[in-house]
């Protein structure tokens, strides 16, 4: 991302109090500590590139339930 990084926008997205908005992190960078300090900020779920287009969908609704 040009002017952000990942863990940048899932800090403002929380600070806005936007506590409904599920986040599902998609990084190459997968190190344990890269995938900690998601959860830490606030991400709902971690996956690494290259992901299977099956796993996403099935993740993608599972925090779309959570939500409902």
Do not use: Q
Request: hydrophobic share 50%.
């Amino acid at each position: 991302m040009p002017f952000v990084n990942g863990n940048e926008v899932i800090t403002i997205i929380r600070d806005e109090r936007k506590k409904n908005i599920p986040i599902l992190v998609l990084s190459a960078a997968g190190a344990e500590d890269n995938v900690l300090k998601a959860f830490d900020l606030g991400a709902d779920d971690f996956m690494v590139k290259p992901f299977s287009l099956v796993e996403l969908n099935v993740r993608v609704r599972k925090l779309l339930a959570l939500r409902r």
